[in-house]
Nanobody, 121 residues
Framework: QVKIVESGGGLVQPGGSLRLSCAASGNIASAYVMGWYRQQAGKQRELVASLTTATTLPNHDETKYAESAKGRFTIFKAAAENTVYLEMDNLKPEDTAIYYC?????????WGQGTQVTVSS
């Protein structure tokens, strides 16, 4: 069983910051990428940021960001933890969405339940 729990969403004013957390547990030994996606109202789910977590891969610790996230968002993993964070700074109203954590494993992709982020004054 794989369990993914997200937290950290909420309401923030434009220009503010939030930190999302994604804790993975269970049989996750074959996990190799963790990432954050978001789905805005009426739109398809899109990648926000990803991190290659598998130490056996040559691109271990490689990060990827959507153009809209570059320079404002940072994805990172706490050492010795199966938790990935998304630090979001200088938030804009267009960042409003449900944010989902994703775990890619050799057995398939796993999703969290999502956490709402609302950027509004």
């Amino acid at each position: 069983q794989v369990k993914i729990v997200e937290s950290g969403g909420g309401l923030v004013q434009p220009g503010g910051s939030l930190r999302l957390s994604c804790a993975a547990s269970g049989n996750i030994a074959s996990a190799y990428v963790m990432g954050w996606y978001r789905q805005q109202a009426g739109k398809q789910r899109e990648l926000v940021a990803s991190l290659t977590t598998a130490t056996t891969l040559p691109n271990h610790d490689e990060t990827k960001y959507a153009e809209s996230a570059k320079g404002r968002f940072t994805i990172f993993k706490a050492a010795a933890e199966n938790t990935v964070y998304l630090e979001m700074d200088n938030l804009k109203p267009e960042d409003t969405a449900i944010y989902y954590c994703n775990l890619f494993m050799t057995t398939g992709a796993y999703w969290g339940q999502g956490t709402q982020v609302t950027v509004s004054s």
